[in-house]
């Protein structure tokens, strides 16, 4: 497509159960990032996949948090167990061949609220 | 380590006043710098660019020269409107992708 394309837009989820959030990279893109951006914080970096290679996962803050990326494109970040604190904006982003110099491409979001 | 630290939030000014945004860098090398726009309610957008040492990025009538010298990319605009209100963000890349903490900029009318 023409974008990066997050779904869903908005998921409120009850403590414990488990949450999917799906990311569609722009066709093509080799390299892929989930960001978490809790309320009135910056970007935190999650995990990136670039190609075939190992993902960097430096950046999941618990075991409950893992991400896949099949076929090199659709990524899916799942949350097990969700916890209140785990309330924030999933910000995924994809970047072309041509970056460094020209940036990343960031999907809307989805807010997940676990209450 | 590498690192960007940007002004704090957050900013209120009123339509028509200067808006400028102070950000530094650490980093070795060359960096690439970006400034990041997130209007409510949506995704990061790329505002503008420089790859290199005194390129100046602009877009919609907002600035940023790449100086390296003094390590910054402070974000400029002569006359901010209402519809500038966002959070903006400075970023560099250097291997990876390294983003601020994101200003708030409301601007009243």
């Known amino acids: 497509g023409a974008g990066v394309s997050q779904s869903p837009s908005n998921k409120v989820t009850e403590k414990g159960k488990d949450v999917e959030l799906r990311c569609d990279p722009i066709?093509?893109?080799?390299?892929l990032y989930w960001y978490r951006q809790s309320l009135g914080q910056g970007l935190e970096f999650l995990i990136y996949?670039?190609?075939?290679?190992?993902?960097?996962k430096s950046g999941l803050p618990s075991d409950r948090f893992s991400a896949e990326r099949t076929g090199g494109s659709v990524s899916t970040l799942t949350i097990q167990r969700t916890q209140q604190e785990d309330s924030a904006v999933y910000l995924c982003?994809?970047?072309?061949?041509?970056?460094?110099?020209?940036?990343?491409?960031f999907g809307s979001g989805t807010r997940l609220t676990v209450v | 380590g590498d690192s960007v630290t940007q002004m704090e939030g957050p900013v209120t000014l009123s339509e028509e006043a200067f808006l400028t945004i102070n950000c530094t860098y650490t980093?070795?090398?060359?960096?690439?710098l970006f400034w990041y726009v997130q209007y409510p309610g949506e995704g990061l957008q790329l505002l503008l660019k420089?790859?290199?040492?005194?390129d100046k990025g602009s877009n919609k009538g907002f600035e940023a020269t790449y100086r390296k010298e003094t390590t910054s990319f402070h974000l400029e605009k002569g006359s901010v409107q209402v519809s500038d209100s966002a959070v903006y963000f400075c970023?560099?890349?250097?291997?990876?992708?390294?983003f601020g903490a994101g200003t708030r900029l409301t601007v009243k009318p």
């Open positions: 982003a994809s970047v072309g061949q041509a970056h460094p110099g020209y940036g990343y491409t």
């Open positions: 066709s093509g893109h080799t390299a």
């Open positions: 996949f670039q190609g075939n290679s190992a993902p960097d």
């Open positions: 980093a070795t090398g060359y960096p690439s």
């Open positions: 420089a790859t290199k040492a005194d």
């Open positions: 970023a560099f890349y250097n291997n990876d992708m390294r």
